[in-house]
């Protein structure tokens, strides 16, 4: 199933808690690195890293949140989300500019990303 995002957020509307005072330079994502040279080594991405480069991913598309109702910038991200990339462009980015995005599978399936693609040009 599926939700919009009123309905969503309206799942936690009964409950409290309290908001963390987080700080952009604190870690929020460990990745890691291919090992190509070497063992795997994780590295902590910050707040401000992720977003920053979030930021600047779609300002290289020209992409900016002045979109209207009319004028909805869509993506769709066949990377998976624990990828940086797929973090940045296909869920932050996204929220920063106010666009839609299609994740059509969990897993690569080119029939099912080019249904989505033709459906929702």
Do not use: W
């Not at 799942?11 to 690195?33: A, K, R, V």
């Not at 973090?87 to 990303?113: D, M, N, Q, R, W």
């Amino acid at each position: 199933g599926a939700y919009n995002l009123e309905s969503f957020l309206d799942l936690g509307s009964n409950t409290s808690y309290s908001t963390p005072n987080i700080q952009p330079d604190e870690g929020c994502s460990i990745q890691f690195t291919s090992g190509t040279t070497g063992r795997p080594k994780a590295a902590v991405l910050s707040h401000f890293g992720v977003i920053n480069n979030s930021y600047y991913i779609m300002k290289r598309f020209g992409i900016r949140d002045d979109t209207n109702e009319e004028n909805v910038h869509k993506f769709c991200c066949t990377m998976p989300l624990f990828h940086t990339f797929g973090l940045s462009a296909g869920i932050i980015a996204p929220i920063i500019t106010k666009s839609t995005v299609y994740l059509p599978t969990a897993h690569f399936e080119p029939k099912t990303t080019v249904d989505v693609l033709t459906k929702e040009k």
